[in-house]
T-cell receptor
Framework: DQQVKQNSPSLSVQEGRISILNCDYT??????FLWYKKYPAEGPTFLIS?????DKNEDGRFTVFLNKSAKHLSLHIVPSQPGDSAVYFC???????????FGTGTRLTVIP | DTAVSQTPKYLVTQMGNDKSIKCEQN?????MYWYKQDSKKFLKIMFS???????INETVPNRFSPKSPDKAHLNLHINSLELGDSAVYFC????????????FGPGTRLLVL
């Protein structure tokens, strides 16, 4: 049973425009959410996170929005750059547990 | 300087063999993990381990066993390999609790023939 879902396997965006990656979860106990970025032949690298006590967290070009009532979070990248082309994984954890539950990833392609 | 490293990067082996994948982290973290990414790209936790306890995902077959010779290493041993074990295995580490970022190794691509 997949508790974290990324329903869009791929997304293409023009350079300079906004990229919006979406993630849904089913477990209402999740209280911490993360986005990881993965290049081919490399492990995922941490990008940005948000605690359930917030609804927005911003770091440079990256902003994560959390809608707890909808059990939905999104990652906004603006402006998108060709170097942002990668697979983005959404992940979640619940209080005190070390385990991260990952979505299946969304492949972002930023077209120059 | 690599933070989390895994060896080998690629592993091709026959069904029924026993193999190990090594993982080392130089971050001074006290918790390490193994994840499996299957053919559908689903990254799933297999184990988490610190010097106090091993937490095993109940869906992981007991043919898989983590071994930690010290705090900086968590190796994955797999006995009697099966075709379905073919996947990419990622090691990760963190400082401990769920609020800490996990740092991932580059992955080991295992192919069982």
């Amino acid at each position: 049973d997949q508790q974290v879902k990324q329903n869009s396997p791929s997304l293409s965006v023009q350079e300079g425009r906004i990229s919006i990656l979406n993630c849904d979860y089913t477990n209402s106990m999740f209280d911490y959410f993360l986005w990881y970025k993965k290049y081919p032949a490399e492990g995922p690298t941490f990008l940005i996170s948000i605690s359930s006590i917030k609804d927005k967290n911003e770091d440079g070009r990256f902003t994560v929005f959390l809608n707890k009532s909808a059990k939905h979070l999104s990652l906004h990248i603006v402006p998108s750059q060709p170097g942002d082309s990668a697979v983005y994984f959404c992940a979640a954890s619940s209080g005190g547990a070390n385990n991260l539950f990952f979505g299946t990833g969304t492949r972002l392609t930023v077209i120059p | 300087d690599t933070a989390v490293s895994q060896t080998p990067k690629y592993l091709v082996t026959q069904m029924g063999n026993d193999k190990s994948i090594k993982c080392e982290q130089n971050l001074g973290h006290d918790t390490m993990y193994w994840y499996k990414q299957d053919s559908k790209k689903f990254l799933k936790i297999m184990f988490s381990y610190n010097n106090k306890e091993l937490i095993i995902n109940e869906t992981v077959p007991n043919r898989f066993s983590p071994k930690s010779p010290d705090k900086a290493h968590l190796n994955l041993h797999i006995n009697s390999l099966e075709l379905g074990d073919s996947a990419v295995y990622f090691c990760a580490s963190s400082q401990g609790d769920s609020q800490e970022t996990q740092y991932f190794g580059p992955g080991t691509r295992l192919l069982v023939l």
